[in-house]
Every structure is written in structure tokens, then in C-alpha cells.
């Protein structure tokens, strides 16, 4: 169990000293992956940028992921899911029209703009707080791959194995510390896992603009 973000940052951080990083982007999943990111980038001399998918809830528990929308607005979803619980093609188009504004939003706040970064024959080192189904960082590497990246490396602190397994045939390396076999949810493996806000967001990435 880590004892925080900040912390399961450091131990991310350590595993990643050791992996050459030439030319790389770091980019940090918001909210949470933003303060995960912290000690990589320091520790690295990485700047930090901001990628954000958001995941597709159900209407009516919107903890039951159905998909993803990516930073361009276009979505990945289960069709299968989506019948099993009578969704239609209106009912997806909603959820993906109200996840894209909050995209936007997000990083017209955050970086001040819409525009993708630069990735072309980079190394994207993504970096999350965690991940419990997988379907945002499955939507954030089908919408890398086609930035042309020379390379996509995936860093979190926790995850489910057999979303780590998936995930790891799709990119060059995923770094994941625990792995628990009887995986339940992201925040029951921090002592303190307490919402991050746009604010705090915003102060992290300026204060590490400052430090360059």
C-alpha cells in the first residue's frame, strides 16, 4: 500500500532512473497523475504535459465504465456491454458529447490550450495514478499510436494483472509496482487517496514550468 500520490510517485520515479529516456515527453493523466508524475519529472528533468481521456459511465451508475472518449472527441467503447444494458447509439452520444466538453475544459484550464503536443518519434512516458479497468489508458494509447510516437512506455502505481498483461502487448513497457490478485479499486491501495483539484493541478504544472 502507498502512503500517498507523492509516494507512490518516488517509487515509480526510482524504477524509471534506470530506463534510458532520450527525447522524452512525459505525460500525466489528470487529476491524480498529475501529482504522481511530481517526483518523475524531477528526478528525470522532465517536463510535465497532460493527456486526458475520460471514461464512459452508465447513465445511472456512472462507476460502471462503458468505454472511453479520447482528446479528439472519438470514443472506444464495448458494443456487447452497451447492449447488455440497453444502451443505444443516443445514449452514447450524450455520454460522449458531456465527456468531450469536459476534455476540453480540462485543458483549456490546464496548459491554456487544445492543441496535441508534439509526439512524433518521441518516447511517451504516461504516467497514472492507477488504473482499475483500463479503458481510459486503452483509449489514451489507441490516440497516442496515431501521434506516431517512436515509443510508449505506461507507468502506475497499481493495477489489476491482467490489465497490466493486456495493456503491455499494446505499448513498449508498462512499469506497475503492485499488481494484487484480489484488485478491488485504485484508492484501496493509498492510505490517503483524496481527490485532486483543478487547482492543485494547475499549481503543480506551473510550479514545475518555474523550476526550468
Not at 42 to 55: E, Q
Not at 83 to 106: F, H, M, T, V
Amino acid at each position: 500500500m502507498f502512503k500517498n500520490r507523492i509516494q507512490a510517485g518516488d517509487v515509480l520515479a526510482e524504477e524509471l532512473s534506470h530506463i534510458d529516456l532520450d527525447n522524452a515527453l512525459l505525460l500525466a493523466v489528470p487529476r491524480g497523475g498529475v501529482v504522481v508524475a511530481v517526483p518523475a519529472a524531477r528526478r528525470l528533468g522532465l517536463p510535465i504535459g497532460v493527456l486526458i481521456t475520460r471514461k464512459l459511465g452508465h447513465p445511472l451508475n456512472p462507476e460502471v465504465a462503458i468505454g472511453a472518449v479520447m482528446p479528439d472527441g472519438s470514443a472506444m467503447y464495448d458494443a456487447q456491454t452497451m447492449a447488455r444494458l440497453g444502451l443505444g447509439d443516443d445514449d452514447l452520444n450524450k455520454l460522449i458529447e458531456q465527456e468531450y466538453l469536459e476534455i476540453k475544459r480540462r485543458l483549456a484550464v490546464y496548459t491554456g490550450s487544445e492543441d496535441a503536443p508534439a509526439i512524433s518519434n518521441r518516447t511517451v512516458l504516461l504516467i497514472d495514478d492507477g488504473i482499475a479497468t483500463g479503458y481510459t489508458l486503452y483509449a489514451a494509447v489507441k490516440w497516442l499510436k496515431t501521434l506516431t510516437p517512436q515509443k510508449i512506455i505506461i507507468a502506475v502505481p497499481v493495477a489489476p494483472p491482467e490489465v497490466i498483461s493486456s495493456l503491455a502487448a499494446q505499448v513498449d513497457m508498462v512499469i506497475c509496482p503492485l499488481q494484487p490478485p484480489d484488485f478491488t479499486s485504485v484508492g484501496m491501495h493509498y492510505q490517503d487517496f483524496s481527490q485532486t483539484t483543478d487547482a492543485e493541478v494547475i499549481h503543480i504544472l506551473n510550479d514545475l514550468k518555474q523550476e526550468k
